[in-house]
């Protein structure tokens, strides 16, 4: 069937809902049905002409837009005939027939070969761009329709629904496929690349030591926070905290959108129990997506906030808060700041009325979590067990000779101090993690001299964020990883800066590590261990860290497992004695070094265990690496 006898059925389906003017009809399509069915305006109107020659469809005239805006002027509207009812009865009762495709990108790419890698990897982005605006504007139609009690009268309202939600799903299709197309054209020519390459000593160069970095970093990991309350939640108080969270706080890079799907009551599909959770879930920014795989599940690219309410009289009478957050978005401090400043505003919204649940009852939270996508944070912290209480290590038991508890050194920047390196990061077109980096190599290049009896691995911790001309932060992620150095007590920082040109191709080699390291990220892909047998937990851990030292390369560990039981948070209607923390992260047998930076102000931290280091190691060190990169700044 042709393009103009298609056209006719469009227009038939449309005056069947309401008389309509040419243009209200095309004004409808756009709104209604563009995303699968694009209707040219050029059309219509020969169209009109002919249906109204069939006495499928008869013209009258009105002085006012049937949609109830003003007009201007008299214009010729059209209404549906009975025969035109009839016809277009007769074309839905048909068999809907085929479509050849013809995809314009499937035929590029099928001789793709012929041209330069760049521009389809280009095209395929501008594409997801495309599709995501688009799944957008969906989500939105999809919300508007849900809420319009006048819209779930109509007899079309299933079908609309459906529609939308072919638009929904046929993007979010589209936007994984290009991402993953993308992905594996990357991997396939990095990989003949890499095979061409001759290997390099390492280090030799500031790229060498960042495709060290690569080598041994970690991929992603989610950082949860389970808090008991004493008390039930108001959960019209949470929703307008929650609201006021994600305006105001640039750390989490999310926004707070009507459109997205309003946080609601879902009933967790339990046997003999019935549970309910409050979610709220804000999609990344498509800048954190592009660091992660896209084969995360969704719990690993949103932030979340469930409410767990039991009305079991025999066990807890207030709700469980769980807060679920990327590991780009939030370290586990963040997350512990996140989760005080969520019971602040909380305290300061107005109260409403609350909404109702039914009664319900229960006698184990396990299958509730389990039901939840979420481990039990009360089976998964175990004291024998914990990597950590609010810091870093492993159980003594596994590694006698060391603390479980690291020694920090932190520096943070004054504000004259932070923002000169804001502006010289700016002012050489590199981003702050450049600067830093540029610093560690200097650093470890020449301060640290080789005592091979000496060798330790380093963590490396950065924010790559970007600030904007604006003054709003856009996270981009964490860049995590290992790095085998050597220790000396007497650290300088000697090494020569790195030149504006030097660290322009020192940004330029970090932004493609990210394009090509889709899996670069922060914290190591573990299984939970502590949901086997705590044996097997013991022997996986104290193999791992053999492995770290012979092999002097990273190994990942159970670690930032713990709670801060020091810190009541008062939530007004109920207080939180005790937070259970807990995730998966990177262990590094001996350095930590961290970078963070929390509304303008930039933090330096080094973390270490006291017996293997000589007094006052690592704040030489710290210094080393500041003095290092104001030096560098002079030269900008």
């Not at 922060?522 to 996986?540: E, F, K, M, N, T």
Request: proline content about 7%; some cysteine.
């Amino acid at each position: 069937m042709t393009r103009m006898n298609m056209t006719r059925y469009a227009v038939l389906g449309v005056l069947n809902l309401y008389p309509a003017s040419g243009y209200d009809i095309k004004r409808f399509c756009d709104a209604g049905v563009a995303h699968f069915w694009n209707e040219n305006y050029g059309h219509l109107y020969p169209v009109l002409h002919q249906l109204v020659h069939e006495k499928l469809i008869e013209p009258i005239t009105k002085d006012a837009d049937p949609t109830g805006q003003a007009s201007g002027r008299n214009r010729i509207v059209y209404q549906i005939t009975g025969l035109g009812r009839s016809a277009l009865k007769q074309w839905l009762t048909e068999p809907v027939r085929p479509t050849p495709p013809r995809l314009e990108l499937l035929l590029k790419m099928t001789f793709a070969g012929a041209a330069e890698q760049d521009f389809l990897l280009d095209e395929l982005q501008r594409l997801r761009q495309g599709h995501q605006e688009r799944q957008a504007m969906m989500q939105k139609a999809l919300v508007k329709l849900e809420n319009d009690p006048k819209a779930q009268k109509w007899p079309g309202f299933p079908y609309w629904m459906a529609t939308i939600r072919y638009g929904l799903l046929d993007a979010g299709f589209r936007i994984s496929w290009y991402a993953e197309t993308a992905a594996r054209i990357r991997s396939w020519f990095n990989g003949k690349a890499a095979a061409e390459r001759a290997p390099v000593a390492y280090p030799t160069t500031g790229q060498d030591w960042i495709n060290r970095i690569a080598d041994d970093s970690s991929a992603w990991s989610v950082l949860q926070a389970g808090l008991q309350l004493d008390k039930p939640l108001d959960l019209g108080r949470l929703r307008l905290a929650v609201r006021q969270l994600l305006e105001d706080e640039p750390v989490l890079a999310c926004r707070f959108d009507d459109a997205c799907e309003p946080p609601v009551w879902r009933p967790l599909d339990l046997p003999d129990e019935c549970w309910c959770a409050l979610v709220v879930s804000r999609t990344m920014p498509d800048t954190i997506r592009r660091l992660t795989s896209e084969q995360l599940p969704d719990s690993g690219q949103s932030w979340q906030l469930l409410v767990i309410r039991s009305h079991d009289t025999s066990g807890p009478s207030g709700d469980y808060l769980l807060i679920r957050a990327h590991h780009a978005l939030l370290d586990a401090a963040g997350l512990r700041d996140l989760t005080v400043l969520l019971a602040g505003l909380y305290r300061q919204q107005q109260a409403t009325d609350p909404d109702p649940l039914p009664a319900v009852a229960s006698r184990s939270m396990l299958p509730l979590f389990a039901a939840a996508g979420s481990p039990d944070p009360r089976r998964l912290f175990r004291p024998d067990l914990a990597a950590l209480q609010a810091g870093w290590g492993l159980p003594g038991d596994i590694r006698p000779e060391a603390q479980t508890r690291p020694v920090y050194a932190v520096r943070m920047l004054s504000d004259p101090r932070s923002n000169s390196w804001l502006l010289a990061a700016k002012r050489a077109g590199v981003t702050v993690t450049t600067l830093l980096l540029a610093g560690l190599h200097q650093v470890l290049e020449t301060a640290l001299e080789p005592e091979r009896d000496a060798v330790r691995l380093v963590q490396v911790t950065s924010d790559l964020r970007r600030y904007l001309p604006s003054g709003q932060n856009k996270i981009l992620g964490n860049l995590s990883g290992m790095l085998p150095i050597r220790f000396s007590a007497n650290l300088t920082a000697d090494g020569l800066p790195y030149t504006p040109e030097q660290l322009q191709q020192l940004d330029r080699q970090l932004k493609e590590l990210r394009e090509q390291r889709a899996d670069l990220h922060s914290a190591a892909l573990l299984h939970l261990l502590s949901l086997r047998p705590y044996d097997d937990v013991r022997a996986s851990l104290a193999s791992a860290w053999q492995k770290a030292r012979s092999s002097q390369h990273a190994a990942p560990l159970l670690s930032n497992l713990g709670h801060w039981s020091n810190q009541a948070i008062d939530f007004g209607d109920g207080t939180v004695d005790q937070v259970d923390f807990f995730g998966q992260a990177m262990h590094a047998p001996a350095l930590l070094l961290a970078v963070h930076s929390y509304r303008g102000r930039i933090n330096l931290s080094v973390g270490h265990f006291p017996e293997e280091r000589p007094a006052g190691t690592v704040d030489r060190l710290l210094d080393a690496l500041l003095a290092a990169i104001d030096r560098q700044i002079e030269m900008i």
